[in-house]
């Protein structure tokens, strides 16, 4: 943005120091006057060119040169507070110019560079700190979503790659079946339309384009477990659903599509028979939990920690056609942060994994 020149701050600041000086010069000549001079002649206040060297004398300091000498304290006040006032003004500033800097680099795409303010904690301390931190979360933010980009398009290509394969063979084969290409064809098309819709709520979560309505995560719980219910028992999954009633604040949307992801991915990611999923509600604190907890094969933590990130399915976890595409953590953890909560992921002993969803419980006076 183009903006008019104007006075630096630090000039501002130098004739705020030599004006507050100066006229608290003033009003200290004014009360010697008032108080100890008063009753000297008027002709002392009405300085001649001829009494400025006398009144430099100390000798000759009194009554008599009291205007000359006054005249010149202001004088050695004002320039005094000029100098000193841009020295301080400086030295006030110094943090203030590191920080301005730092967000030129940063505006260049330098993100990887920190003001570390030395010093104890004051207000342009703070102000680093906190400009460090933003830093920090841009960058992680950035790099995040440039390895998603590469994933996202890896993940993209797969698909049109093998359409059109399948198209080119067809064409170089006119004899082929089209009934097997059609449903080979409906089938890749669909696993595409699936990442796109995923990558498009991905999207709408991490950009909090909502609207916050009262939400029982209990309610969707249930609902979630309706949903599943014909796919859980088709891989032989007992899904098991109990808990209070957990109100809280977001998006009925995205909620649901948040408890039927992690239901969804621990129905999947189970034993081959007789598995189990353990869905529990509760309140404590001022938060609202939801847990979904499984069996399966056991994991490591390593491997744990990296289910979150997009298109990350696990090493040790096996990809079916049912699988997914890889979204369904991301997303989720996406949803949680946009509602300013919390996702713990811990395997479970037994194997399996647990986890455990936070939010912020909705007031008492909301939804009633």
């Given at each position: 943005?183009?903006?008019?020149?104007?006075?630096?701050?630090?000039?501002?600041?130098?004739?705020s120091?030599a004006?507050?000086?100066?006229?608290?010069?003033?009003?200290?000549l004014?009360?010697?006057?008032?108080?100890?001079?008063?009753?000297?002649?008027?002709?002392?206040?009405?300085?001649?060119l001829?009494?400025?060297?006398r009144?430099?004398?100390?000798?000759?300091f009194?009554?008599?040169?009291?205007?000359?000498?006054?005249v010149?304290?202001?004088?050695?006040l004002?320039?005094?507070?000029?100098?000193?006032?841009?020295?301080l003004?400086?030295?006030?500033?110094a943090?203030?110019?590191?920080?301005?800097?730092?967000?030129?680099?940063?505006?260049?795409?330098?993100l990887?560079?920190?003001?570390?303010?030395?010093?104890?904690?004051?207000?342009f301390?703070?102000?680093?700190?906190?400009f460090?931190?933003?830093?920090?979360?841009?960058?992680?933010?950035v790099?995040e979503?440039?390895?998603?980009?590469?994933?996202?398009?890896?993940?993209?290509?797969?698909?049109l790659?093998?359409?059109?394969?399948?198209?080119?063979?067809?064409?170089?084969?006119?004899?082929?079946?089209?009934?097997?290409?059609?449903?080979?064809?409906?089938?890749?098309?669909?696993?595409?339309i699936?990442?796109?819709?995923?990558?498009?709520l991905?999207s709408?979560?991490d950009?909090?384009?909502?609207?916050?309505?009262h939400?029982?995560?209990?309610?969707?719980?249930?609902?979630?477990?309706?949903?599943?219910?014909?796919?859980a028992?088709?891989?032989g999954?007992?899904?098991?659903?109990?808990?209070?009633?957990?109100?809280?604040?977001?998006?009925?949307?995205?909620?649901?599509?948040?408890?039927?992801?992690?239901?969804h991915?621990?129905?999947?990611?189970n034993l081959?028979e007789?598995g189990?999923v353990?869905?529990?509600?509760?309140?404590?604190?001022?938060?609202?939990?939801?847990?979904?907890?499984?069996?399966?094969?056991?994991?490591a933590?390593?491997v744990?920690?990296?289910?979150?990130?997009?298109?990350?399915?696990?090493?040790?976890?096996?990809?079916?056609?049912?699988?997914?595409?890889?979204?369904?953590?991301?997303?989720v953890?996406?949803?949680?942060?946009?509602?300013?909560g919390?996702?713990?992921?811990?395997?479970?002993?037994?194997?399996?994994?647990?986890?455990?969803v936070?939010l912020?419980?909705?007031?008492?006076?909301?939804?009633?």
């Amino acid at each position: 943005m183009d903006r008019a020149s104007g006075l630096s701050v630090r000039l501002k600041l130098t004739l705020s120091y030599a004006g507050f000086l100066l006229v608290a010069g003033t009003l200290l000549l004014v009360a010697v006057w008032v108080f100890l001079l008063r009753g000297a002649p008027v002709s002392t206040l009405m300085p001649k060119l001829s009494d400025f060297p006398r009144a430099l004398d100390p000798h000759n300091f009194g009554t008599a040169v009291f205007g000359p000498a006054a005249v010149l304290i202001l004088v050695f006040l004002l320039l005094f507070g000029l100098v000193g006032g841009w020295v301080l003004a400086g030295r006030m500033l110094a943090p203030l110019t590191r920080i301005t800097d730092a967000t030129r680099l940063a505006t260049n795409r330098s993100l990887s560079h920190r003001i570390r303010l030395p010093g104890r904690s004051d207000e342009f301390r703070e102000l680093a700190d906190a400009f460090d931190a933003m830093l920090a979360r841009l960058e992680a933010h950035v790099a995040e979503q440039r390895r998603f980009a590469a994933n996202a398009s890896h993940e993209l290509r797969t698909p049109l790659a093998i359409t059109q394969t399948l198209l080119d063979v067809a064409r170089n084969d006119p004899k082929r079946d089209t009934g097997e290409l059609v449903d080979r064809l409906h089938t890749v098309n669909t696993r595409a339309i699936d990442l796109t819709e995923a990558l498009l709520l991905l999207s709408r979560a991490d950009g909090r384009s909502f609207t916050r309505e009262h939400v029982d995560l209990s309610l969707l719980a249930e609902e979630a477990t309706e949903t599943l219910f014909f796919f859980a028992d088709e891989r032989g999954v007992t899904i098991d659903v109990s808990g209070e009633i957990t109100p809280a604040i977001g998006s009925h949307t995205l909620l649901l599509q948040m408890t039927t992801n992690l239901m969804h991915n621990a129905v999947i990611h189970n034993l081959p028979e007789q598995g189990t999923v353990w869905v529990r509600t509760s309140v404590h604190q001022g938060n609202v939990t939801l847990t979904v907890e499984n069996t399966g094969e056991k994991l490591a933590q390593e491997v744990v920690t990296t289910l979150v990130e997009p298109f990350q399915r696990g090493a040790e976890r096996v990809r079916s056609d049912r699988s997914g595409v890889g979204l369904g953590l991301a997303i989720v953890n996406s949803i949680v942060q946009a509602h300013d909560g919390t996702l713990t992921l811990t395997p479970r002993a037994a194997g399996g994994l647990c986890v455990t969803v936070k939010l912020p419980a909705a007031p008492p006076h909301m939804g009633r």
